[in-house]
């Protein structure tokens, strides 16, 4: 009997919790982990990437230190278009709507950090490097490490 009047109670909190814990609306999907490799001179990625939250780590599979960074292209823009105005020595900046981020990996090291990013579908992002392994040596963007993905879906 005193069990039952000192645990009515704790019933009563728990159906509430419960109750609390079911109404919460549930997260519509899980973010996505895509693990990008990059070796000597090329990024090895899926060749679709899904709209959604997505997780994006780097592991470097060369010898030398390379970066992961990601920008969002303007609507319609390709990566021709960017790589045309880089190579004329202009600034890509009118052509993006942003950087999601840039992940660094010294030699046979994966980043500790994550670049989180909602894909946006029908949109295409950049991905590159510009690292260089010297002052006189070309950035590794002109050797291959730059590629990029168009995001299903959209209008
Ligand atoms: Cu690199």
């Not at 994966?110 to 909602?118: R, S």
């Not at 579908?121 to 510009?130: D, L, S």
Request: include cysteine; charged fraction near 15%.
């Amino acid at each position: 009997m005193r069990y039952n009047v000192a645990g009515a109670p704790i019933v009563a909190a728990a159906v509430v919790l419960f109750t609390t814990i079911a109404c919460q609306p549930s997260p519509t999907s899980t973010p996505r982990e895509v693990l990008v490799r990059g070796a000597d001179y090329a990024f090895e990625l899926p060749d679709t990437l899904a709209p959604g939250t997505t997780i994006l780590r780097f592991q470097n599979t060369g010898k030398v230190a390379h970066e992961f960074g990601m920008a969002l292209l303007k609507p319609g823009i390709t990566l021709a278009q960017v790589l045309d105005v880089v190579r004329a020595g202009g600034s890509p900046d009118s052509l993006l709507d942003g950087t999601v981020g840039i992940l660094i990996a010294a030699p046979s090291a994966t980043t500790v950090g994550a670049l989180l990013v909602d894909l946006l579908p029908g949109r295409t992002y950049a991905m590159f490097c510009n690292f260089q392994d010297g002052p006189d040596k070309p950035p590794h963007s002109s050797l291959g490490m730059v590629t990029s993905r168009s995001i299903p879906g959209g209008p």
